[in-house]
């Protein structure tokens, strides 16, 4: 049986290439209603209180993909109320309606979807409570049904919220973090492979050969992966867009196991004894970060660079 990643992992920041630096703050700020938590030269970042949900790099000497090629799907970041979610909702329905693009109820949580200014997918969502999914067979049950959104805000959306969103405000008492990240690949085996068997996700739902949802400690997918636009997709070209997707794990001493896998499967990491960093089958790169606070790893645990 594989090593499994610890059961409270979480997703960390996603990290965005992007052309235009200043636009791209600016829907991630008042229309998502995220806060700058640092900016300096070319990278911006943002997120929640002291947590980064996504960090911007200024890019503008690369190119966008071209379609059919593997890479983000959707960053998706999770509120912890309705009525928080309903806040950020509003705001970007104010102050970017156009990149709205659906909503569904998907039975363990609510979502809306968007694509930013440069084409990236954004998902905000919030979560029902776990006791309320549904399980058979270890396989969480997930759906696509119909989520009207008007019906939503009139349900959920405060005043104080309206009064925050049309003020460029945050609400103070929601919180938002990334919940899970959906990326786009060549196939899905693949995906399983390298996800599952190797880095230690559990799959928790399928869709035939189109679609997996992976996750650890029950949660219903910190990652998902699918082919619906990238099938038979090869490695991605250094392009705009995705640039990282971050792991966090409780403890530093996780990181040294997690190298040595990777380089018992044959996988090149970049180790330097906080963070193990790799590429996936279509060079979507991920990063494995010990929380802040975590204890590092015992003496004598030398940090190094695994080979190809």
């Known amino acids: 049986m594989p090593e499994l990643l610890p059961a409270d992992s979480a997703m960390g920041a996603v990290t965005l290439r992007v052309a235009d630096l200043d636009a791209m703050t600016r829907y991630y ?16 970042i943002l997120g929640r209180g002291a947590t980064p ?20 799907f959707h960053t998706a970041i999770v509120f912890d109320t309705q009525e928080a979610l309903a806040a950020a909702v509003y705001s970007v329905a104010r102050r970017a309606p156009g990149t ?12 809306f979807y968007f694509t930013d200014p440069e084409g990236n997918g954004v998902e905000l969502y919030w979560d029902r409570d ?3 999914w549904s399980w058979t067979h270890g396989q969480v049950e997930m759906a696509t049904l119909y989520l009207d959104p008007n019906r939503f805000l009139t349900e959920h959306l405060t005043e104080r919220g309206v009064a925050l969103a049309d003020a460029g405000g945050i609400d103070p008492f929601g919180d938002a973090t990334v919940g899970h ?33 992976v996750s650890a400690g029950g949660y219903h997918h910190h990652m998902a992966m699918n082919t619906w ?9 250094l392009a705009l867009g995705l640039g990282e997707v971050e792991i966090r794990v409780p403890s530093a001493d996780y990181l040294g ?16 004894g906080r963070s193990v960093t790799f590429d996936d089958p279509w060079a979507n790169a991920v990063r494995v970060v010990a929380e802040p606070g975590a204890p590092a790893p015992a003496a004598g645990a030398a940090a190094e660079t695994l080979p190809a």
């Open 29 to 44: 700020r008042d229309a998502v209603t995220l806060t700058v938590l640092a900016a300096e030269g070319d990278r911006v």
């Open 130 to 132: 776990r006791s309320l």
């Open 181 to 213: 990240v959906h990326l786009s690949v060549g196939d899905v085996e693949s995906a399983r492979a390298f996800y599952v068997d190797r880095l230690g996700f559990e799959t928790t739902a399928s869709l035939g050969g189109s679609a997996l949802f």
């Open 100 to 111: 709205f693009t659906g909503s569904a109820d998907h039975l363990v949580s609510t979502a």
């Open 229 to 237: 636009n990238s099938r038979g997709a090869g490695p991605r070209r």
């Open 53 to 72: 949900a996504v960090i911007l790099e200024h890019a503008p000497e690369l190119r966008h993909a071209s379609p059919g090629e593997a890479g983000l």
């Open 257 to 272: 196991e997690l190298s040595e896998r990777m380089r018992h499967y044959g996988v090149a990491a970049r180790d330097d």
